[in-house]
């Protein structure tokens, strides 16, 4: 069993899962956690970091797509089983709290919820539905 949840890193609480990074980068701030699980196959490429949401988006699903649903489980459930929690809490940086903020962590929860059907809900505060979540950035 795999349950995921997404998250800010300054968010995240142990409590709440396994932190696992999901960006292109490490924070260069002190966490108050152990920080010990990276897939760096779910951070956004460089070709298109910098892109217009709606550019990003289909290039970054695009990108999970070609990885597929499988293979990506097979490498989360290896990072739950080793850290011996069904819970992984995938963290990156911006704060969806701040309306104007979106970021790839939920482009990649809705993608999951289409694709297996399992929901991966956000923890911490959200100005409100993803574009994503509405259907209109798809």
């Known amino acids: 069993m795999l349950t995921l949840f997404t998250a800010r890193f300054q968010m995240f609480r142990p409590v709440q899962g396994t932190p696992v990074r999901i960006t292109r980068g490490a924070p260069r701030f002190k966490l108050p956690y152990q ?3 990276t897939v760096p196959e779910l951070a ?7 892109s217009p949401r709606p550019a990003f988006a289909a290039a970054y699903r695009a990108d999970l797509t070609r990885l597929g649903a499988g293979q990506i489980a097979e490498r ?4 739950a089983q080793q850290a011996g929690d069904h819970r992984l809490v ?7 709290a701040k ?3 979106w ?3 939920r ?4 993608w999951w919820s289409e694709t297996t059907g399992d929901p991966v809900r956000e923890l911490g505060p959200m100005a409100g539905p993803s574009p994503y979540e509405q259907g209109t950035l798809l």
């Open 35 to 37: 920080l010990t699980h």
């Open 44 to 50: 956004p490429a460089a070709a298109y970091f910098n």
């Open 76 to 79: 989360l459930g290896g990072i």
């Open 90 to 96: 995938l963290l990156c940086f911006e704060d969806l």
């Open 99 to 101: 309306p104007e903020l």
């Open 103 to 105: 970021c790839h962590r």
């Open 107 to 110: 482009i990649f929860a809705d």
